[in-house]
């Protein structure tokens, strides 16, 4: 079978950065370290007031065109993931598409386009969609992109205020890929849940304890699916492990979760019986509480040991490098973190040619996805290409007054003209509105 997956990544930041330690705790009379420690962050990335999702989707695209030399005739079809839309009926990937027809000969009236909507993991559902298109072989020869694209602000005051970020990931999905070919092998983990939602309202209502446990049960459910169709997993399977990350301390939890999930078993959890003792099984208690405690009390003393800090240090660190540095870009989240391990492995000279990932997403609502992931030999070169590394050194950063300023500027109940902070160059910016009230691009020499 034709191996199929991710053949090209970009990346596009928002061109505003928050500092949250320095700028953001300050104002808010709050330690510092609660977002360096706690959180794990040290800035997010906001939208100048020339950026939305279409403009920061359609450059991360532009880009990833411009790089691999290929014209609109490339592409069948065009899924946009995102949970910041601001219409619904008229889907942002026809305006991503109006936007590189701007710059390209040719145009995509034969490709096929749409949104994906389940929060955070769309942009999983949307490779999915372009996997499943390719694979029952109605792509005719051509490939699809796939663009995570959101601007993830909350209300002012909330405490998801914290955790916000601005950005776009657009991905090429092909036969025959140079980045990763994914498994066929999924697993799921999905429950009507009101952890996070936003109905009709562009801020979300937010249960932020609860989206945390939820992420971890959703989780741990689509682990067990996955290892009911793929094989029992052990935690040296895989090189990295790139999970949904709307802030760092969330996959800290997750790691610790899954790991003792993977040790269950195997030679790590007979090692470190001296150590720790062995897991608590279910039957060895009168209650669900009992054990429940006994789990957590297990957790706290794997989470200290060497074994663990050894393998989370190589395993799970090296995913979080970028979103320590952007925040939550909901959709576009875990495509960062596969990213930052690719590029992390790069800048260690590892060759990851033919080892693997395991992929855990989530979005709020809420469902967990896992598959995995073989590297392909064109890796390196792909990721040695970004440049996100520039475009977040670039960025303008706010003081606490601006970045209040921008978030009025973004907020579509207020009528907020403000001047940019940064200059276009060579990039798609929103200029305004027509006379349907459709939002109007142009591209910026
Ligand atoms: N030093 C070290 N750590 C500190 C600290 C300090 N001075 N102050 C706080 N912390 C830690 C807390 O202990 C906590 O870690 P823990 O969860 O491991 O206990 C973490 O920093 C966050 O602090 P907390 O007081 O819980 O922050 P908060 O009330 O602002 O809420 C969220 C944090 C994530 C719930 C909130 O930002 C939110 O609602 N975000 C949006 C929803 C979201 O992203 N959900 C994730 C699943 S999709």
Redesign the pocket.
């Known amino acids: 079978m034709t191996a199929v997956g991710i053949d090209a990544i970009e990346i596009w930041t928002g061109k505003l950065q928050l500092d949250l330690p320095n700028t953001f705790a300050p104002a808010k009379g709050?330690?510092p370290?609660?977002y360096t420690?706690?959180?794990g962050l040290e800035t997010s990335s906001f939208p100048d007031t020339y950026e939305d999702i279409v403009t920061m989707g359609a450059n991360a695209a532009k880009r990833l065109m411009d790089r691999r030399d290929l014209s609109p005739d490339d592409i069948g079809r065009i899924d946009v993931a995102t949970e910041s839309a601001f219409d619904n009926s008229k889907p942002v990937s026809t305006y991503i598409a109006g936007c590189l027809e701007q710059v390209y000969d040719g145009d995509f009236h034969h490709a096929n386009k749409g949104e994906r909507k389940f929060a955070?993991v769309a942009g999983t559902q949307s490779i999915d969609d372009a996997y499943n298109w390719i694979r029952a072989g109605r792509n005719r020869g051509r490939a699809a992109l796939v663009i995570a694209t959101d601007t993830a602000l909350?209300a002012r005051g909330?405490?998801?205020?914290?955790?916000q970020g601005a950005g776009a990931v657009a991905m090429l999905i092909d036969e025959d890929p140079s980045v990763v070919e994914l498994s066929t092998e999924q697993g799921y983990g999905s429950a009507d849940e009101t952890?996070?939602l936003k109905p009709n309202q562009q801020f979300p209502s937010?249960d932020?304890?609860r989206?945390?446990q939820v992420?971890l049960a959703r989780m741990r459910e689509a682990l067990e699916d996955f290892e009911s169709v793929a094989w029992d997993t052990h935690p040296d399977d895989f090189e990295f492990i790139p999970f949904?990350t709307?802030?760092p301390?969330?996959v800290?939890?997750a790691g610790l979760l899954g790991y003792r999930h993977m040790i269950r078993g195997t030679d790590i959890e007979d090692d470190l019986e001296a150590e720790i003792g062995r897991q608590p099984r279910e039957s060895e208690y009168d209650s669900w509480d009992a054990y429940e405690d006994a789990i957590r009390d297990y957790m706290d003393e794997l989470k200290r040991t060497d074994r663990y800090r050894d393998w989370y240090g190589e395993t799970i660190e090296p995913t979080l490098g970028l979103a320590r540095r952007v925040g939550?870009w909901y959709t576009g989240s875990v495509h960062v973190a596969r990213a930052a391990s690719l590029k992390h492995a790069a800048e260690q000279g590892v060759d990851m040619t033919g080892r693997k990932l395991l992929v855990g997403s989530?979005g709020?609502g809420a469902q967990a996805e896992i598959h995995a992931e073989t590297v392909r030999d064109g890796w390196a070169d792909e990721v040695s290409a970004l440049s996100i590394d520039d475009q977040l050194d670039r960025r303008y950063d706010l003081d606490f007054d601006e970045y209040e300023t921008v978030h009025d500027a973004h907020n579509h109940d207020l009528d907020a003209e403000i001047e940019e902070f940064t200059q276009p160059d060579g990039e798609f910016v929103h200029t305004g509105w027509g006379r349907m009230n459709e939002r109007k691009y142009d591209y910026v020499e």
């Open positions: 709050e330690d370290e609660k420690k706690g959180l955070c909350y909330d405490p998801g205020e914290a955790t952890d996070f937010v932020g304890k989206s945390m992420y949904h709307p802030f301390g969330m800290r939890k939550n989530y709020s």
